[in-house]
C-alpha cells in the first residue's frame, strides 16, 4: 500500500519561497505518477503539476497558474518528491496534498489519483 506524507508547510509573504516535500513508500515499482493539488476550503482540490517517474526524461508538468514559479523534482533514492515554491501570490494560499497513481500521469485531476497524503498548509500574506 502506498503512503504518502507531506512537510515543509508555512507561513511567508507574498513574493518568498518554501519547499514542500512528499514522502512515498510502498511503491512496487518505477511505474507512478506523482502530483501535487492544492485546495481552499469551498473549491475543488486543484491541480499544481506531476512528474512520471518512469519517464527517463522526468520532465514534470505544471498547470499555467504556476509554471515557471514551481518546480517539482525527486530524490529517486529517498523516495521523496519535493516541491519548490517561488515567487509566492496570496492565491497560492492552501493545503497542499501530494498523491499518487499506477500506470501513467492522466490529465490533472483529482479523481484519477488513488493514493493521497494529509496535507501540508501553506499561507502567503501580502
Known amino acids: 500500500q502506498v503512503q504518502l506524507m507531506e512537510s515543509g508547510g508555512g507561513s511567508v509573504q507574498a513574493g518568498g519561497s518554501l519547499r514542500l516535500s512528499c514522502a512515498g513508500s510502498?511503491?512496487?515499482?518505477?511505474?507512478?505518477?506523482l502530483a501535487w493539488f492544492r485546495q481552499v476550503p469551498g473549491k475543488e482540490r486543484e491541480g499544481v503539476g506531476s512528474i512520471y517517474i518512469v519517464n527517463i526524461r522526468n520532465d514534470p508538468f505544471y498547470e499555467s497558474s504556476v509554471k515557471g514559479r514551481f518546480t517539482i523534482s525527486r530524490d529517486k533514492d529517498k523516495n521523496i518528491m519535493y516541491l519548490t515554491m517561488d515567487n509566492l501570490k496570496t492565491e497560492d494560499t492552501g493545503m497542499y496534498y501530494c498523491?499518487?497513481?499506477?500506470?501513467?500521469?492522466?490529465?490533472?485531476?483529482?479523481?484519477?489519483?488513488?493514493?493521497w497524503g494529509q496535507g501540508t498548509q501553506v499561507t502567503v500574506s501580502s
Open positions: 498523491a499518487a497513481r499506477r500506470f501513467g500521469c492522466p490529465y490533472l485531476s483529482s479523481t484519477f489519483f488513488s493514493f
Open positions: 510502498g511503491f512496487r515499482d518505477n511505474d507512478y505518477c
